[in-house]
């Protein structure tokens, strides 16, 4: 089972919006020191729709090269047709990925029936040569998947888990409850971690992971350690920074984050815009409460 804790790292871009692969590397580098399971290359938080294809495939590999062997890459494959979301996938393999993480098609979202998920992720699954995590992520697709369809979906041998950034705590409950032992339910967000670890989730790929990763694993730790106590001084203490790396100040934010930290940040690929001065001031205050400056 795919257990722990992951970032979903940013893409570093120049002010023109290229990519800059060394600076990727040094980020991947310093992740590497931390006691991050993993890493998710292609994610939300790496404006992955803004990127092109091989500028994906780019990444994943560079990622793959970097990151220890024992560290899985995750990489984000969701597009918004069946064979495009194969193709990809396949090339992630390629490029060295362990699992695939795919989001909802959701563009024709009235469309999106649970008949038609079904069928999506099940070919998908039977042509992957790496197995399928699926990503449940209804503020951005605007579809939530229902708790029978993942249930569905989770009997297939090469469907392996799922990311949910839903929060809702109830349907993540579901969701552990009518799927397989082995299949791995994850967090979407450090903002109910501990709340879903408690109802049988398995891990979480973080936002906030990328910024305070020890203390994201802090949390899963000390929850398998039965140190309940100390799980939710830690998950408390994450709240307000999750908050502000997430719907507070979203991707702009996390960069400027990284920013303050001595990674790499940088601007966000347009249209979105750079975090503003009163946001940098807010974010180094609350970076300065976690203990990570």
């Not at 929850?223 to 999750?242: M, P, S, T, V």
Request: charged share 20%; proline share 6%; hydrophobic share 40%.
């Amino acid at each position: 089972m795919l257990t722990g804790v992951f970032a979903p790292i940013p893409t570093p871009f120049d002010e023109r919006g290229e990519i800059l692969e060394d600076k990727l590397i040094e980020n991947v580098n310093r992740w590497a020191e931390t006691k991050l399971t993993g890493l998710v290359v292609l994610g939300s938080n790496g404006e992955f729709v803004y990127l092109s294809e091989d500028e994906k495939v780019r990444l994943l590999r560079i990622v793959r090269e970097n990151l220890p062997e024992d560290r899985p890459v995750i990489a984000g494959t969701g597009c918004e047709s069946t064979r495009n979301t194969i193709e990809l996938t396949c090339k992630a393999a390629e490029a060295g990925s362990s699992v695939a993480l795919v989001i909802t098609p959701h563009f024709f979202g009235s469309g999106m029936t649970s008949q038609r998920l079904h069928r999506h992720y099940t070919e998908l699954a039977d042509a992957s040569p790496i197995p399928i995590m699926l990503y449940n992520m209804p503020r951005n697709t605007g579809i939530s998947m229902s708790v029978d369809l993942i249930s569905d979906l989770a009997q297939h041998t090469n469907i392996i888990g799922i990311k949910d950034s839903g929060g809702n705590i109830a349907q993540i409950s579901q969701m552990v409850r009518d799927t397989p032992d082995d299949f791995a339910v994850f967090a979407g967000s450090g903002s109910f971690l501990l709340p879903s670890l408690f109802m049988g989730a398995v891990g979480g790929t973080l936002a906030v992971a990328n910024v305070v990763p020890n203390l994201c694993v802090d949390i899963l730790e000390a929850f398998n350690a039965g140190d309940y106590d100390r799980a939710r001084d830690l998950q408390r203490k994450i709240l307000e920074l999750n908050a502000s790396v997430t719907t507070g100040f979203g991707i702009p934010g996390l960069k400027a984050a990284l920013d303050l930290l001595g990674f790499y940040g940088g601007p966000p690929r347009l249209p979105l815009t750079p975090a503003t001065d009163d946001a940098k001031k807010r974010l180094q205050e609350l970076l300065q409460l976690c203990g990570a400056l």
